[in-house]
């Protein structure tokens, strides 16, 4: 399966994050490759979601929506930058 | 929804007169989401077409065959009919003045919408940065908006050169092959302006057009891209 890129996520990222996510700053924990996570190499395959770092190719983000309910696994990252200024998301 | 419109076989607008809309930024989707009767749900992400100062937002969407969304939004949405939208999404892949250029627009296949909304932008701001669109597709009649482009041609800043990859015109003085390094050194603009691009298409599209570029000595912190996936249905 072809990757995507973390585009395709920024909605659930807004979800999740409660902000635009996709010009954030994602540092990977095992190679410290920095990069926006729009870069990221993203694999959608519902409910689960896999982000992983496009230099090394480890998972940063697993994510899972069920019912409404997002779990989010971060564990493959160093750090994400979480803008403070924030904007409404939400379905309407 | 109030209107749809046939871009191509393929390829068919949605026009959208949404209450309470959001301003959006040239580049951004939406998340479409629709739930059946049973309350299962299938969401996904269409690029906005139109420009912001537009006076409905369009979404341009690629009719899928097994696809979960697109075949509903383009056989069964009647105008008057409402869809459950979430957006604008998305600050990377996107494009204002103040960002500067020279702009070059590298679409492939169903890739042109976004950048579709960031010229149309262009123009509305009436922005003097030139733009170079390089628009990748199989053949004619799969060029999407291909009156509004040939248009936009004719303004001093907007440059528009298609490629036709799989069947051309008899005649055709264009391009006609898959994108490749010498074909970008030919489009680009050169790497010492400072370009620019924005690249959206296929993963596989994406990945030669990028690397190709910054194979050219593009700064890569300067390319911005966006793939479609066929998760896009």
């Given at each position: 399966m072809d990757a995507l890129d973390g585009n395709a996520i920024a909605g659930v990222l807004f979800e999740v994050f409660g902000a635009e996510m996709t010009t954030s700053a994602a540092v990977c924990a095992n190679c410290g490759a920095r990069a926006p996570a729009a870069e990221l190499a993203v694999y959608l395959r519902a409910p689960g979601t896999v982000a992983r770092c496009r230099t090394c190719m480890s998972v940063l983000m697993v994510l899972v929506t069920i019912h409404e309910r997002t779990c989010v696994d971060l564990r493959g990252l160093d750090t994400l930058e979480i803008p403070a200024s924030r904007g409404p998301s939400g379905w309407g | 929804m109030i209107e749809l419109i046939e871009e191509t076989a393929e390829a068919t607008s949605i026009v959208l007169d949404l209450p309470d809309r959001q301003r959006h930024r040239a580049g951004q989707h939406v998340d479409v989401r629709l739930t059946a009767e049973d309350g299962y749900e299938a969401q996904r992400s269409y690029s906005?077409?139109?420009?912001?100062?537009?006076?409905?937002?369009?979404?341009t969407?690629?009719?899928?065959?097994?696809?979960?969304?697109?075949?509903?939004?383009?056989?069964?949405?009647?105008?008057?009919?409402?869809?459950?939208?979430?957006?604008?999404?998305?600050?990377?892949?996107v494009w204002e003045e103040v960002l500067g250029g020279p702009l070059l627009l590298v679409a492939g296949g169903s890739g042109v919408v976004p950048l579709r909304a960031m010229l149309r932008h262009h123009q509305a701001v009436g922005s003097t940065i030139p733009v170079r669109l390089l628009y990748s597709v199989k053949s004619l009649d799969d060029v999407i908006y291909r009156d509004e482009l040939m248009?936009?041609?004719?303004?001093?800043?907007?440059?528009?050169?298609?490629?036709?990859?799989?069947?051309?015109?008899?005649?055709?003085?264009?391009?006609?092959?898959?994108i490749d390094q010498e074909l970008l050194a030919d489009v680009a603009w050169p790497p010492s302006e400072g370009p620019l691009t924005y690249v959206c298409g296929p993963t596989s599209f994406v990945e030669v057009a990028?690397?190709?570029?910054?194979?050219?000595?593009?700064?890569?912190g300067r390319i911005r891209t966006e793939r479609f996936g066929p998760t896009g249905g």
């Open positions: - | 906005i077409a139109s420009a912001p100062e537009d006076a409905y937002l369009v979404l969407v690629e009719r899928l065959d097994d696809g979960e969304v697109s075949p509903y939004l383009v056989d069964t949405l009647r105008p008057g009919d409402e869809l459950e939208l979430r957006g604008p999404i998305g600050g990377y892949f248009g936009m041609a004719a303004d001093d800043e907007i440059d528009v050169r298609l490629t036709l990859t799989r069947e051309q015109p008899e005649g055709w003085r264009g391009y006609a092959r898959r990028a690397n190709a570029l910054v194979g050219l000595g593009h700064d890569p």
